[in-house]
């Protein structure tokens, strides 16, 4: 069964804590609702665990520790109710949590937040604009002059990689590699201390979203309205790709199942589309917002789907019902 819930504004960023759906809202207010048998309210008001002075511009999560970065360069990494914060210079664009820290991209530096303050780090690769943590320690960080292998437990750069500007970056499921999608259409796989990676290309234009399916055998991105997968063998890609096509509006959303090769897709006309990409080429499953949709999200266990829209519109519903097509 699909259920709803009416945010107090529309929310860009969503995450799953546990049972617990987390949403940051662009009024600032950053909600976490318990999708359990017994939700509970948290003490600062209907489901509010922290306000901001201005619009989220970036939420993650990893074993409960929730970074969050705002426009104004407010940073926050929060663990149950304890959280500490910092504030950068410019607006933050991407976060990810690590053992080590929570990591923010901001201007042209890293800012690693913990229990013990705040240091920034500039890199050489000018703005950055995205984030994937890479094992416990590694941070893989693109920018406008290409990717940067961050060590977080020295607090050190490990390497750059030289490449047209990277708009997004994802670990694979095995933590070895990363995919990066540039500018220019294309997207690369690098591994840290490794130059050379394996270039994906013949997107007609900027790779705005990347995914790997669960079991590492594919990677996913989307330019437009479609999803390029390229199937991977023990050795080499595919030299053919194939395409997902289901959309008819530009794809605004993208995650990979944490267990299973399913992926979840979301569109600026509202359609919220589930793909097993290795049983079918067609969607498995469709549903439909009202807006944009604007964040999907897998828990943790890959038993429930999460999206929001532009009309602040927040669903959840179980894995099992996309059998049905």
């Known amino acids: 069964m699909t259920r709803r819930h009416h945010l107090p504004?529309?929310?860009?960023?969503?995450?799953?804590?546990?049972?617990?759906?987390?949403?940051?809202?662009?009024?600032?207010?950053?909600?976490?609702?318990?999708?359990?048998?017994?939700?509970?309210?948290?003490?600062?008001?209907?489901?509010?665990?922290?306000?901001?002075?201005?619009?989220?511009?970036?939420l993650s999560q990893r074993d409960g520790v929730i970074a969050i970065g705002a426009q104004d360069g407010t940073a926050v990494r929060r663990e149950g109710r304890d959280f500490v914060k910092a504030l950068a210079p410019t607006s933050i664009v991407a976060s990810v949590v690590t053992p080590a820290g929570a990591v923010f991209a901001t201007g042209d530096e890293l800012l690693v937040l913990d229990d013990a303050g705040s240091e920034r780090h500039?890199?050489?690769?000018?703005?950055?604009?995205?984030?994937?943590?890479?094992?416990?320690?590694?941070?893989?960080?693109?920018?406008?002059?290409?990717?940067?292998?961050?060590?977080?437990?020295?607090?050190?750069?490990?390497g750059y990689v030289r490449l047209p500007?990277?708009?997004?970056?994802?670990?694979?499921?095995?933590?070895?590699?990363?995919?990066?999608?540039?500018?220019?259409?294309?997207?690369?796989?690098?591994?840290?201390?490794?130059?050379?990676?394996?270039?994906?290309?013949?997107?007609?234009?900027?790779?705005?979203?990347?995914?790997?399916?669960?079991?590492?055998?594919?990677?996913?991105?989307?330019?437009?309205?479609?999803?390029?997968?390229?199937?991977?063998?023990?050795?080499?890609?595919v030299e053919e790709p194939s395409i997902l096509a289901g959309h008819d509006r530009p794809i605004t959303a993208l995650a990979a199942h944490p267990r299973l090769d399913l992926l979840a897709s979301g569109d600026d006309g509202g359609m919220v589309i589930v793909w097993a990409p290795h049983v079918a080429d067609e969607p498995i499953w469709r549903g439909h917002l009202d807006g944009i949709v604007l964040a999907v999200a897998w828990d943790g266990t890959g038993r429930r789907l999460a999206a929001t829209s532009s009309d602040g519109t927040l669903i959840w519903l179980p894995t099992p019902s996309f059998d049905r097509r």
């Open 9 to 58: 504004d529309s929310a860009r960023h969503l995450c799953w804590v546990d049972d617990s759906l987390v949403a940051a809202c662009d009024n600032g207010s950053v909600l976490c609702l318990d999708t359990g048998p017994s939700p509970q309210t948290d003490v600062n008001g209907p489901g509010v665990i922290h306000r901001l002075n201005s619009a989220p511009r970036t």
């Open 122 to 158: 500039p890199l050489d690769i000018g703005l950055l604009t995205s984030l994937a943590a890479l094992g416990d320690r590694l941070v893989a960080v693109g920018g406008v002059h290409g990717l940067c292998w961050f060590d977080v437990t020295r607090r050190s750069p490990q």
């Open 165 to 237: 500007t990277i708009v997004a970056v994802e670990a694979d499921p095995l933590q070895r590699s990363v995919v990066a999608g540039e500018l220019g259409g294309s997207m690369h796989v690098l591994e840290p201390h490794h130059v050379d990676g394996i270039e994906l290309s013949g997107f007609s234009d900027r790779v705005a979203e990347v995914a790997w399916l669960a079991s590492g055998a594919a990677v996913c991105g989307v330019c437009d309205d479609e999803i390029t997968r390229w199937d991977r063998t023990v050795s080499a890609f």
